[in-house]
C-alpha cells in the first residue's frame, strides 16, 4: 500500500513538470539597434579602448547604407589602430545575424573577433525568424 502511494506521488511530481514548449512567433523583426565598435588603440594594454556608436552618424534608415568617421586624433586613429576594432551589435531576440568583408564574403562567427576597420567596410544582414532580411552597409572613414 505505502508502495503504490509512493508511486502515485512520484508519477505526479514527474507529471507536473512536464509542460508544453512556448515558442516565440516567428515575427519579422530584422532592424539592426545598436552597433558600436571599440578601437584598441594601444596593443600592449588591450584593456584602453574606446567605443563609439556606429548608427549615430550617417544611416540611411531605408537602404541601410551608411558611413562612420572616426574621429580626427592620428595618434589613437590611425591605420595600426583601426586594425584592431571589435563590433557588437543589438538585434531582435528572435533575429540572427550574418556579416560580410568588403568583398561580400561570408564572415565566419559573424561579428565576433578582430576587424580591420581603417576604411574599410563591413555588410551586415539582420535575419527575422520569418525569414524577412535587412541589409546594412557601414563604410568606416579615417579623418585625415
Not at 591605420?79 to 571589435?86: E, F, G, H, K, P
Amino acid at each position: 500500500m505505502v508502495r503504490k502511494l509512493l508511486y502515485i506521488v512520484f508519477a505526479a511530481l514527474v507529471l507536473t513538470g512536464c509542460r508544453n514548449l512556448v515558442m516565440p512567433k516567428d515575427d519579422s523583426a530584422c532592424d539592426l539597434s545598436a552597433l558600436t565598435v571599440y578601437v584598441y588603440y594601444d596593443e600592449s594594454n588591450m584593456a584602453l579602448y574606446n567605443s563609439f556608436d556606429v548608427l549615430s552618424g550617417n544611416l540611411d534608415a531605408q537602404t541601410g547604407e551608411g558611413t562612420f568617421f572616426f574621429p580626427r586624433d592620428p595618434a589613437l586613429y590611425n591605420a595600426t589602430t583601426l586594425s584592431r576594432c571589435r563590433l557588437e551589435a543589438v538585434i531582435p531576440a528572435t533575429a540572427s545575424l550574418k556579416a560580410y568583408d568588403e568583398e561580400g564574403n561570408p564572415v565566419p562567427g559573424g561579428l565576433g573577433g578582430i576587424w580591420d576597420l581603417a576604411n574599410h567596410s563591413v555588410g551586415i544582414d539582420v535575419v527575422a525568424a520569418n525569414g524577412d532580411s535587412k541589409h546594412y552597409e557601414i563604410l568606416f572613414r579615417m579623418r585625415r
